[in-house]
């Protein structure tokens, strides 16, 4: 048999429960806030490196949803100048 639950171990989650809620709401904000970040430097490297003239975000990262499992999604648009050594 598993060990015995008992009203204490209920009454510290209860306890906590909210705090933990606000711990990972901070938590998915600060994964968005650094998708982003990533998003606007690969932009503008981009822009920069590759002559794309536009960059658009798109997916769960500019719509919504996104968590610990989503990727970040470029759409980039332009005549791309080829590069020699890869994006360096």
């Not at 705090?19 to 606007?40: N, Y």
């Not at 960059?55 to 590069?83: K, M, N, T």
């Amino acid at each position: 048999m598993g060990p015995k639950k008992n009203k204490v171990d209920v009454a510290v989650f209860k306890a906590l429960h909210p705090e933990l809620v606000k711990l990972d709401e901070r938590k998915k904000e600060e994964r968005l806030r650094l998708a982003w970040q990533k998003a606007g430097d690969i932009a503008a490297m981009l822009r920069h490196k590759c002559g794309a003239r536009e960059v658009y975000l798109y997916g769960c990262s500019a719509w919504g949803g996104f968590d610990e499992h989503s990727d970040i999604d470029l759409l980039a648009v332009g005549r791309f100048r080829q590069l020699r050594a890869g994006l360096q």
